[in-house]
């Protein structure tokens, strides 16, 4: 009898204090790492989504993101996929672009390496031009890489992103080839294209919108158009079949406490209904797209399937 209530007292502590970790969570600030430079969609997204999980999570939860740019976004991501497991990292994850990275060069990571907390955004590619390149319309554009073979110059923020994707569709469609110069992220891209230092840009929706009136934006890959920009027509309303763009979420390192990933599923997911995060997010123009869990995972998967055929049948330039 006394061995009875021994036991039945130890498994009523274990789960009195299982349950006082769960509530305790977080009990310091938590780390967002951002792969890309402060000023970009991907940064603008984390900075815009942590004082709502903060909100969401309660117990004075404090959320600091840290910029850590280079190789592509692989330096911040690889920094995630070999943190320690216990919620206080995590990090934003880009496709396709975090996939490309395990396919174009060798990688800490793989697509096993993280749980999948939530894609928060769906961000649509736009085609812009700077001012002074002449190239403001898709029409000039096209026939000026037509006649000559790399001389147009294209800023992007990274080599393997969505970015490139869409380059890469766009040669294979208009059998044209430009010269790529890739940024440590899309906002010192950005500042090339409107200093004139490259003629041409591939950058997402929510990154151009304030810098319409300062750059010709050619069109947007999208089936429909932009609810961000109403008057900006789709390419393949101009006759060219270009369908592509940024899904922008988070992560956090595989293994994660099942306890832990519960709670940050739960806050992540709240997003998609709370208007005033809707509101702060159609203000910079991120298109909100809410996915979490084994569909976030499983969509992973699928952009990396793509990604791979895209890649290993395409020479690098």
Do not use: C
């Not at 497991?85 to 793989?110: S, V």
């Not at 158009?225 to 027509?233: E, N, Y």
């Not at 702060?280 to 991120?286: K, R, S, V």
């Amino acid at each position: 009898m006394l061995k009875l209530m021994h036991k039945t007292a130890l498994v009523g502590a274990m789960i009195l204090t299982a349950g006082a970790a769960l509530a305790e969570y977080p009990e310091r600030p938590i780390e967002v790492i951002v792969g890309y430079s402060a000023g970009g969609g991907t940064d603008v997204m984390a900075r815009t989504a942590a004082p709502f999980i903060e909100r969401y999570l309660g117990e004075d939860a404090s959320i600091v993101v840290k910029n850590m740019p280079g190789a592509s976004g692989q330096i911040g991501v690889t920094e995630v996929a070999n943190a320690d497991p216990d919620g206080y990292t995590l990090g934003t994850f880009n496709l396709p672009g975090m996939m490309a990275r395990t396919i174009d060069r060798e990688a800490d990571y793989d697509r096993d390496s993280f749980t999948y907390l939530a894609n928060v955004v769906n961000d649509p590619n736009v085609i812009v031009t700077s001012t002074g390149s002449g190239l403001d319309t898709l029409d000039k554009l096209i026939a000026e890489a037509t006649e000559n073979p790399f001389a147009v110059t294209v800023g992007m923020s990274s080599l393997g992103g969505d970015d490139h994707f869409a380059l890469i569709k766009l040669q294979n469609a208009t059998e044209t080839e430009f010269t790529i110069v890739p940024f440590k992220g899309s906002a010192p891209a950005r500042t090339a294209l409107l200093g004139g230092h490259v003629a041409m840009g591939i950058l997402n929706i929510s990154e151009v919108a304030e810098f319409q009136d300062q750059l010709n934006v050619l069109g947007v890959a999208t089936q429909e158009r932009s609810p961000f920009a109403p008057d900006l027509p789709t390419f393949q309303e101009q006759g060219l079949d270009l369908v592509n763009g940024s899904m922008r979420g988070f992560v956090a390192p595989a293994g994660l406490p099942e306890d832990i990933q519960a709670k940050l599923m739960d806050a992540f997911s709240q997003l998609s209904s709370d208007q005033e995060f809707l509101d702060a997010m159609a203000a910079t123009a991120n298109p909100v797209e809410v996915v979490t869990g084994e569909e976030f995972k499983q969509l992973t998967s699928d952009l990396y399937d793509l990604a791979e055929g895209v890649w290993e049948t395409t020479p690098w330039n």
